[in-house]
Every structure is written in structure tokens, then in C-alpha cells.
């Protein structure tokens, strides 16, 4: 299933702040998290317009979102991953998500982000595993952060 598909389903689950955690050394981020898709996409606001038998529709707005497509490339189920959206080497913002991730399970999440996150058009956003905590409670941190 295509991040394009799926997103119309979506609604954001929120802004979330980095937390600081114990970090131990781990492999690469491809080695741990393959993201599959990254889209950043802005706001869109209500609209109402007149359906069929002139019967007025009203279409609900889109709060800014971060929609990432990725899977648990590691051996360990991970219990939190936190993203970075980044747009033109800087980073945009940050999500996080908290479930339990089984090794090589497909995860589609939208995360709401503030309208000032989502990049200008034309800019090549990707969205970079920042930290990842394992079910077993070690964590990955990511050797290569993005600039703030």
C-alpha cells in the first residue's frame, strides 16, 4: 500500500518533543529502521461545497502532517522510534512513535506537525530515524544527527 493511499485514512497523533534516554552503540540506522516513504504535508483548511439534490457538504480540514512508511529492519522488537523530518540538511521536527514493532513489520503512521515543520515545495524532505528503544530496554541513537 502506497503512503499516497493511506494518508487520506490518517489523522496526526501529535507533536512530541525528544526525551533524553541512555544510549548505548548500535549499528547504522539502515540496519535498524528502513523508511520506505516520507511525506510532509501541509494544512488544508474546511471547505463546503453543494453535493448532489443541492445538499451542502462540508469536507473537514487536515491538521500539517508527517506520514512515514517504515519497517523494523533489526532482529528485536522496538518499543519506541523517534523520526526527525528533514528538509535542506536541517531538522524540521520531530515524532515519535510508541507501539511494539516486530522485526520486519511494515508501520504506516501519520503524526501531526506544526504548519511551520512542513518544508517549502520544491525542497526534498526525508524523515531520518533519530532514536530507537528496543522492547529488551537498550537504546539506538542515530551517529549521524541532522543540524537543528
Known amino acids: 500500500m502506497s503512503i499516497k493511499v493511506w494518508f487520506l485514512a490518517m489523522f496526526g497523533a501529535g507533536l512530541v ?3 533524553p534516554a541512555a ?3 548500535a549499528p547504522a540506522a539502515t540496519d535498524v529502521i528502513r523508511v520506505d516513504g516520507c511525506v510532509a504535508s501541509p494544512a488544508r483548511p474546511e471547505a463546503s461545497y453543494m453535493g448532489p439534490f443541492t445538499k451542502m457538504i462540508l469536507q473537514p480540514g487536515l491538521p500539517a502532517m508527517a506520514l512515514v ?33 516486530a522485526p520486519n513489520a511494515r508501520i504506516m503512521h501519520a503524526y501531526g506537525i506544526a504548519d511551520s515543520a512542513v518544508p517549502p515545495a520544491g525542497s ?7 532514536r530507537v528503544r528496543y522492547a529488551d530496554g537498550t537504546t ?6 541532522p543540524a537543528h
Not at 522496538?78 to 528533514?86: Q, R, Y
Not at 526534498?124 to 533519530?130: H, K
Open 23 to 25: 544510549i548505548s552503540a
Open 17 to 19: 518533543a525528544v526525551s
Open 124 to 130: 526534498s524532505a526525508e524523515c531520518v530515524p533519530l
Open 69 to 101: 512508511d517504515f519497517v523494523n529492519a533489526s532482529s528485536v522488537s522496538i518499543d519506541t522510534v523517534e523520526f526527525g523530518l528533514v528538509a535542506d540538511g536541517k531538522l524540521l521536527a520531530v515524532v515519535r512513535d510508541q507501539g511494539s514493532f
Open 140 to 145: 539506538w541513537m542515530n551517529p549521524t544527527m
